[in-house]
């Protein structure tokens, strides 16, 4: 039975190297010399931290510029309110991968609403579709990308 997953990830190297390349382009500007601003990366949380709150937001810009570059849609990135504490200011931006529950219940919705004869099922952090035909897996394809999410979605494991 043909079958295909829906997910929702990235290559966590390609985020290592987006951020390594927008430290280097922070330490190399001239508007953040001798300022201490950088990019700390842990699992998939970006911290950013620089002495004043616009410079927060010129370097979400250039993360987002360097994570683009690198194929990583900006739409997974979750960005937190910048938190200033006296001489620094610091802001989270979270990296999110996997489909949620709810996000997951609402594909397996709108492809049941549609009357296509396949099935959607959630697993783990993914959607599985299975159906009879490839021709209407695609069309199930067609309509999840018609569908507005907030997360980017990736159409994987396709099997006849």
């Given amino acids: 039975m043909p ?21 280097r382009e922070v330490s190399q500007r001239f508007d953040f010399k001798g300022t201490n601003a950088k990019f700390e990366l842990k699992d998939h949380v970006v911290t950013l931290s620089a002495p004043a709150d616009f410079q927060l937001k010129q370097m979400i810009e250039i993360l987002k510029l360097k994570l683009a570059k690198r194929g990583i849609d900006v739409a997974c990135l979750k960005v937190d309110e910048p938190v200033i504490t006296g001489q620094t200011a ?13 996000l997951g219940k609402k594909i397996q919705r709108q492809i049941k609403d549609s009357k296509l004869k396949v099935q959607a099922a959630l697993q783990d952090k993914q959607v599985r579709v299975t159906g009879k035909s490839r021709d209407d897996l695609q069309d199930a394809i067609a309509l999840v990308k018609k569908g507005e999410y907030e997360l980017p979605l990736q159409f994987t494991n396709f099997r006849d």
């Fill in 3 to 23: 079958s295909f997953d829906i997910v929702s990830e990235f290559p966590m190297n390609e985020v290592i190297n987006a951020v390594d390349q927008a430290s």
């Fill in 90 to 102: 610091k802001q989270v931006v979270t990296l999110r991968e996997g489909i949620e529950t709810e």
